[in-house]
């Protein structure tokens, strides 16, 4: 039996972004489930003392020059943010509370809210914006946003990261094939022909 | 007219190697020339803040992981070396004491350094052993002793490594394509289109 591939992803982080756009697709030609998390990435640097790029000499120079030719290189569109790093807490919330019921869901609203966010620069770090993004998709405003203020779905993204962590995510995106893991959006295509040809 | 391509690299760098079996087939495809600039990146570090990828926790871990399977899938040999950083003063100072008279022998050098180094597990650290892998390729032995040592040598690259420093260079490899910058070995492919497509 194929096991699903395990995507972590920080709904502030560009380079997830472009991997949500390209994930689901190798999945399918491999016939592999993908199953997304979410995580807070702030946690985790905490834990490993990493800090965001943006926030690094010269990196974050060179990342405001490499996203928007990588954006065009993948064919996706790049809006930068004002909000950088964005506060992810609602959406990553929004997420697990649908994760349970309607994964097929969770994951279009992910979608939905990466493209709003760093295809359009909206700030879905705003209830209101992830309530407005959401609604077209067929999601209930009033429940979610109940659901964003409820202690359990809370828990449950801290109980996600806190997983992420132990299992050795440390940045976004972080892929697992089987027992291999890739971190980075320029490992998607290892991450196909790993699957291709069954490792090598 | 088309300018060369400047590739700059540290010998302690693995991703620097696996960028120096490819980059010079890039170019050619292309028409381009390629100039190699070894640098101390460790004098990089100072000035950025950074710390080898080796000795950053979790990403250590992941390297040990990746760089094995990033060499087989580029059909590259790799052997982990005993020492992680190598001193790479020795073989980069070898490396501009050519680099002046012989930029193709230089080149040929750098290759064999590094291909004793990261495909072998070999200490280019070591005087005797740079001059052991210089010797075959015609390099007088004790022209190049004495060149290791000589204020002239150690001075260019000193200011080889301040030059780069000085152009944005924070790591290893790193590629500039006209007024474009790419770092990584991962972002190769992206050269290789860019040179292609005349950008995009």
Redesign the interface.
């Known amino acids: 039996m194929s096991q699903p591939i395990d995507f972590y992803f920080e709904f502030a982080s560009p380079y997830g972004y472009f991997a949500s756009e390209r994930i689901d697709a190798i999945g399918a030609r491999h016939g592999r489930e993908v199953r997304w998390h979410p995580i807070m990435l702030g946690a985790v640097f905490k834990q490993?003392?990493?800090r965001p790029l943006m926030h690094?000499?010269?990196?974050g120079?060179?990342m405001t020059?490499?996203l928007p030719?990588?954006a065009?290189?993948l064919g996706v569109p790049l809006t930068m943010p004002a909000q950088m790093p964005v506060n992810s807490l609602a959406p990553s919330r929004a997420f697990y509370w649908l994760d349970d019921q309607r994964p097929g869901l969770a994951k279009a609203l992910a979608t939905a809210l990466y493209r709003a966010h760093w295809g359009e620069g909206r700030d879905i770090g705003e209830v209101a914006e992830v309530v407005q993004i959401a609604v077209p998709l067929g999601i209930d405003g009033d429940a979610l946003r109940a659901a964003l203020a409820d202690p359990a779905i809370k828990q449950k993204l801290k109980d996600a990261t806190q997983a992420a962590l132990d299992r050795?995510v440390?940045g976004s995106p972080f892929i697992f094939v089987d027992d291999?893991?890739?971190?980075?959006a320029?490992?998607l295509?290892?991450v196909d022909?790993w699957l291709a040809r069954g490792g090598?």
């Not at 291999?180 to 980075?184: C, D, K, L, V």
């Open positions: 490993t003392g990493a690094t000499p010269l990196k120079a060179y020059h490499d030719r990588f065009r290189y050795g440390f291999q893991a890739f971190w980075g320029d490992r295509d290892q022909a090598w």
